[in-house]
Nanobody, 116 residues
Framework: QVQLVESGGGLVQPGGSLTLSCAAS????????MRWYRQRPGKERELVAG????????TYPDSVKGRFTISRDNVKNMLYLQMNSLKPEDTAVYYC?????????WGQGTQVTVSS
């Protein structure tokens, strides 16, 4: 059974940091391209970080570039998102996604709230 389970969300003050984790199971993690998305209130889901295969090149939209870092551990089957200098507009539900060809899996999401 495929599972992607996000954790690490919570309430953080503006300027603070959080690290999100995504635990993967039920598929060959190392073969899948991994991404982080978020859905802000009243907005569509958007890509915030991706690790392309092969090679692991990282991609980010301008809105998070320089503040967010995606990484993965293929031994532990884990995906991470380090988020620094958080802003209120980063408030969203964050999802991890695994992609391999036509296959795609989503996690259930973890809430991140940036507020003083």
């Amino acid at each position: 059974q495929v599972q992607l389970v996000e954790s690490g969300g919570g309430l953080v003050q503006p300027g603070g940091s959080l690290t999100l984790s995504c635990a993967a199971s039920g598929f060959t993690f190392s073969r899948f391209e991994m991404r982080w998305y978020r859905q802000r209130p009243g907005k569509e889901r958007e890509l915030v970080a991706g690790m392309l295969l092969p090679g692991g090149r990282r991609t980010y939209p301008d809105s998070v570039k320089g503040r967010f870092t995606i990484s993965r551990d293929n031994v532990k089957n884990m995906l991470y998102l380090q988020m620094n200098s958080l802003k209120p507009e980063d408030t969203a539900v964050y999802y991890c996604r695994a992609i391999y060809g036509s296959l795609g899996y989503w996690g259930q999401g973890t809430q991140v709230t940036v507020s003083s």
